[in-house]
Structure formats: structure tokens, C-alpha cells
T-cell receptor, first 114, second 110 residues
Framework: DAGVIQSPRHEVTEMGQEVTLRCKPISGHNSLFWYRQTMMRGLELLIY????????DSGMPEDRFSAKMPNASFSTLKIQPSEPRDSAVYFC????????????FGPGTRLTVT | QKEVEQNSGPLSVPEGAIASLNCTYS??????FFWYRQYSGKSPELIMS????GDKEDGRFTAQLNKASQYVSLLIRDSQPSDSATYLCAVSIYGQNFVFGPGTRLSVLP
């Protein structure tokens, strides 16, 4: 079975550019999570969706970040404009709602903003 | 503010020994508890989940949960060099409000 798929795996961009990260959850999973991981702050939950609806976006750092889930098999995380402090690894994870809530992570996108 | 705390390590154990990883959490309403393993440059990989007080065993891994003490631990028996990684504790309330700890770096010495 295919796991969570993320693209691109690596992204290098210049400050001020728009960045779009993509995620395809595991088929049948109805919850999707976006995380950011840095050495300084560890793994932070940015936003999560349940049945394609954003439930909690309190972790989104600022208005430059936005996320969408237009259907059950696709989600995007967009940063516009990007800044060097956005450099991090961004993970997408998916799960099935109840009873275990176990999340499975994608391989991540390593973003570097110069 | 929900918090999950772990010793950052590194925790060094000799090959074949038992590695003990600990985690405490602040939110008494937490219902679900998870241990993830993360190798350098890779994504977190689920090892164990536990929901009830007591022990849960899976192969060389045993998760222990004590909700009264707000404490969850992971024991790795017969540690192998391939177990060297960062171990992340995660806590949630019914699949929401997922919070990860900072992770404990484990080094198993051959």
C-alpha cells in the first residue's frame, strides 16, 4: 500500500517567492496534518483537517501560511511570501478518525529559503 | 499550554541492554499516547500506541502508561545499534490537539 506522498522532496527558493507543498494522504484516511520540524523548535503542528475541513489552524505561524484540502486525496500548504526563517522540513501525516488515531507520516519536504 | 517533556539525551546504552525512555505530559485530558522513532534525515515512524494504564508489549518494545502520574515510557529490550535514533513521544485528545515532545536521542553502542 502506498503511504503518504509528499512533493517536492526538496525545495530551494529565494526570499519573497511563493512556495507550494503538496500531500496525498493514505487512501481511506480522513484526517490530515501538516507539521514543521526544525532543530530549535522540534516538531510543530501547523494545521489539521478532518473530512477535508480545517479543524485547528492555531499552529499556522502567520498569514503568509495557508493550507487547503480540496478533496480527500490532496492537500497543499502554501507560503507567500517565503522568508529564510521558514526553512525547515515540512511533514504531512494522515490518520483515520477513531479509535486509534494513529498518524502516519510522509517523507517530508526539505525547504530552504535563501 | 499543553506540554510534553522528554530528556533530550543523548542516552547511551550498550548493545543488548534495556533502553528506558521517559515522557511526561501536562494535559490530564490526554487520551492517546504514541511513540515514534525518527532516524536522522527521515520522517517519524510509529512504533507503539497506548491508551490504557499499564503495559503494552510488542516484540522488543514495551510502552508503559500511568495517567495518574501523567507519565508514559518506552522500554527497548536487547537494544541493537539499529535502534539508535531519536524517539518522539506524542500525546493527543481523541486524535485532536496532537503535541509532540522534543525527542530523546538514543545511541546503542556495539
Amino acid at each position: 500500500d502506498a503511504g503518504v506522498i509528499q512533493s517536492p522532496r526538496h525545495e530551494v527558493t529565494e526570499m519573497g517567492q511563493e512556495v507550494t507543498l503538496r500531500c496525498k494522504p493514505i487512501s481511506g484516511h480522513n484526517s490530515l496534518f501538516w507539521y514543521r520540524q526544525t532543530m530549535m523548535r522540534g516538531l510543530e503542528l501547523l494545521i489539521y483537517f478532518n473530512n477535508n475541513v480545517p479543524i485547528d489552524d492555531s499552529g499556522m505561524p502567520e498569514d503568509r501560511f495557508s493550507a487547503k484540502m480540496p478533496n480527500a486525496s490532496f492537500s497543499t500548504l502554501k507560503i507567500q511570501p517565503s522568508e529564510p526563517r521558514d526553512s525547515a522540513v515540512y511533514f504531512c501525516a494522515s490518520s483515520v478518525t477513531g479509535p486509534s488515531y494513529e498518524q502516519y507520516f510522509g517523507p517530508g519536504t526539505r525547504l530552504t529559503v535563501t | 499550554q499543553k506540554e510534553v517533556e522528554q530528556n533530550s539525551g543523548p542516552l547511551s546504552v550498550p548493545e543488548g541492554a534495556i533502553a528506558s525512555l521517559n515522557c511526561t505530559y501536562s494535559d490530564r485530558g490526554s487520551q492517546s499516547f504514541f511513540w515514534y522513532r525518527q532516524y536522522s534525515g527521515k520522517s517519524p515512524e510509529l512504533i507503539m500506541s497506548i491508551y490504557s494504564n499499564g503495559d503494552k508489549e510488542d516484540g522488543r518494545f514495551t510502552a508503559q502508561l500511568n495517567k495518574a502520574s501523567q507519565y508514559v515510557s518506552l522500554l527497548i529490550r536487547d537494544s541493537q545499534p539499529s535502534d539508535s535514533a531519536t524517539y518522539l513521544c506524542a500525546v493527543s485528545i481523541y486524535g485532536q490537539n496532537f503535541v509532540f515532545g522534543p525527542g530523546t536521542r538514543l545511541s546503542v553502542l556495539p
